[in-house]
C-alpha cells in the first residue's frame, strides 16, 4: 500500500486492519483491479474511532462486470452488505458491515468509464499515482450534501434496515463525541 500524508494518524484507528485487509484483497485480483483509491476523511488523515473507511476499487478497462460479478470477494467475512446501484453504467456501490464494526463502502469503477466522480481528496492506496486522472473530479461533498442523499435513499426506502440502524447509530455516537455548541 502507498503511503499518503495522514497515514501515520490513520494507523492509529481501529478501523486500520480492515483498510489494510480491504486493499490486500483488491491486490490479490491483479487480473480484475487496476488499483485501489481512499476518499473521504482518511484520505485527509482525519478520522475517528467511527469513520467510514470510503474506497475505490478500479477495474481494468472492460473488465468491470467481472469485478462486479466478483465484489464478494471484498468482502469475505462481513457480518452483512449492502449493494447500491445508481444510474451510471460501470459503477456501484459494494459495502459491508465487518465484524469489528467497521463500515467499509467501496464503489467497483471501471478506470476512465461510468462518469465517476471523485469528490474532494483522492489516495492513490495501489496502483499508478495517475490513476485519480482517469476519472472526473469534484469539489468535496459538503455534510448538507451528504445528508440530503442519505435522506433521499431513505425516503425511497433504498437503505437496508441494518444499514439504517447503523447509521442512526453513528449519528448518536457523533452527537456524544462532539457535542453541538449551545
Known amino acids: 500500500m502507498h503511503d499518503w500524508p495522514g497515514r501515520a494518524h490513520v494507523e492509529t484507528l481501529r478501523l486500520w486492519p480492515e483498510l489494510v485487509q480491504t486493499v490486500e484483497r483488491i491486490q490479490s485480483r491483479p487480473d480484475l483491479y487496476a488499483g485501489a483509491l481512499l476518499l473521504g476523511s482518511l484520505s485527509r488523515g482525519e478520522g475517528d474511532a467511527i469513520s467510514d473507511v470510503d474506497t475505490v476499487a478500479v477495474a481494468h478497462t472492460g473488465k468491470w462486470q467481472d469485478a462486479w460479478d466478483a465484489r464478494h470477494q471484498l468482502s469475505v467475512g462481513a457480518l ?5 446501484y445508481g444510474e451510471r453504467r460501470r459503477i456501484a456501490g459494494h459495502s459491508w458491515l465487518t465484524p469489528t464494526l467497521v463500515k467499509i463502502e467501496c464503489l467497483i469503477a471501471e478506470r476512465g468509464g461510468g462518469g465517476t ?18 476519472f472526473e473530479q469534484v469539489p468535496p461533498f459538503t455534510r448538507e450534501d451528504i445528508d440530503a442523499y442519505a435522506a433521499e435513499l431513505r425516503e425511497k426506502d433504498e437503505i437496508s434496515e441494518i444499514e439504517r440502524a447503523y447509521g442512526d447509530l453513528i449519528a448518536l455516537l ?3 463525541v462532539r457535542p453541538t455548541p449551545d
Open 117 to 134: 466522480r471523485l469528490a474532494g481528496d483522492v489516495v492513490v492506496l495501489l496502483g499508478e499515482q495517475d490513476l485519480p486522472n482517469a
Open 174 to 176: 457523533r452527537r456524544e
Open 80 to 84: 452483512v452488505t449492502f449493494d447500491r
